[in-house]
């Protein structure tokens, strides 16, 4: 079974610009989960979709954002982009919401913000 | 506010030798701790978790953790120590059966030859 893929794995934005992230969960999991990891602040939970609806947020500004579609895959968007946003940016799936079900992360995807 | 206290930012031990990671958590209510390994360049990885089960609960590559309720403690054991287990560690709580974890710093694991 395929694992959790994000794509792009590498990205170079300049500030001010904005960033779509993306990530296709395992086959079957309909619960997808973001995270922010930073040497400064670790990780952070950012938000969390079931079902195409947002479940979680954690304490993140408005110009985070993110979506899921009816085939569980979800994007995740930036605006108006920061220094302070360079970061890996992880996704977990799994195949509910609740932590009763094992996550599954994908490698992340390496935002630079210049 | 829940949070989690992961003592010692870096750990090294001998090939062979006894590892111990220190989680500690802030808790007025059960929680869900978690302890996940990342390895360079990849995501995160499920060691095990305790969602109030058996307080002694065994994980995967042979690491097991202990839930002490009076000492708000969950530390990471593994008798002996590979070379492949140098790795980030991340200790993880959640209290509300979701998906918002709050991970600990994290402890970076050196294994000697």
């Known amino acids: 079974k395929a694992g959790v893929t994000q794509t792009p794995r590498y990205l170079i934005k300049t500030r001010g610009q904005q960033v779509t992230l993306s990530c296709s969960p395992i086959s079957g999991h309909r619960s997808v989960s973001w995270y922010q990891q930073t040497p400064g602040q670790g990780l952070q939970f950012l938000f969390e979709?079931?079902?195409?609806?947002?479940?979680n947020k954690g304490n993140f500004p408005g110009r985070f954002s993110g979506r899921q579609f009816s085939n569980s895959r979800s994007e995740m968007n930036v605006s108006t982009l920061e220094l302070g946003d360079s970061a890996l940016y992880l996704c977990?799936?799994?195949?509910?919401?609740?932590?009763?079900?094992?996550?599954?992360f994908g490698p992340g995807t390496r935002l630079t913000v210049t | 506010a829940q949070s989690v206290t992961q003592l010692g930012s870096h750990v090294s031990v001998s090939e062979g030798a006894l590892v111990l990671l220190r989680c500690n958590y802030s808790s007025s209510v059960p929680p869900y701790l978690f302890w996940y390994v990342q390895y360079p360049n990849q995501g995160l990885q499920l060691l095990l978790k305790y969602t109030s089960a058996a307080t002694l609960v065994k994980g995967i590559n042979g690491f097991e953790a202990e839930f002490k309720k009076s000492e708000t403690s969950f530390h990471l054991t593994k008798p002996s120590a590979h070379m492949s287990d140098a790795a980030e560690y991340f200790c993880?709580?959640?209290?509300?059966?979701?998906?918002?974890?709050?991970f600990g710093a994290g402890t970076r694991l050196t294994v000697k030859p």
């Open positions: 993880a709580v959640s209290y509300y059966n979701n998906n918002d974890m709050r």
């Open positions: 979709y079931f079902s195409e609806t947002q479940r």
């Open positions: 977990a799936s799994s195949l509910a919401s609740g932590v009763v079900y094992e996550q599954y």
